[in-house]
């Protein structure tokens, strides 16, 4: 079974960038479709990013196209979130996630904060 761990988060203002990374253990990431997914409070979970497993296709929530990439490095078992030009509505706790299928992403991480003030 695949451990996640993220890591990246923090406070920014609106406009500037971060990036997360994922770190997978315990399987090698090549067997699973990627994912980040994230929460704001009094929200529902939602995906806003997918890759597959070798990394030649990518799906992206309309709320974060253009602004947001993902990418993943099978040699390192990483998984990166690129995110630029963020907005106060990206303030949420942003998951990293993994499964057989990229929509039933069953495996989660913890999670890392993401705030960003206007």
């Known amino acids: 079974q695949v451990q996640l761990e993220e890591s990246g988060g923090g406070s920014v203002q609106a406009g500037e960038a971060l990036r997360l990374s994922c770190v997978a253990s315990g399987a090698t990431l090549r067997s699973y479709n990627m994912g980040w997914l994230r929460q704001a409070p009094g929200k529902e979970r939602e995906i806003v990013a997918r890759i597959g497993r070798l990394g030649l296709t990518t799906l992206y929530s309309e709320a974060v196209k253009g602004r947001f990439t993902i990418s993943r490095d099978n040699a390192k078992n990483t998984v990166t979130l690129q995110m630029n030009n963020l907005k106060p509505e990206d303030t949420a706790t942003y998951y990293c996630?993994?499964?057989?299928?990229?929509?039933?992403?069953?495996?989660w991480g913890r999670g890392t904060q993401v705030t960003v003030s206007s």
């Open positions: 996630a993994a499964g057989e299928s990229a929509f039933n992403l069953t495996y």
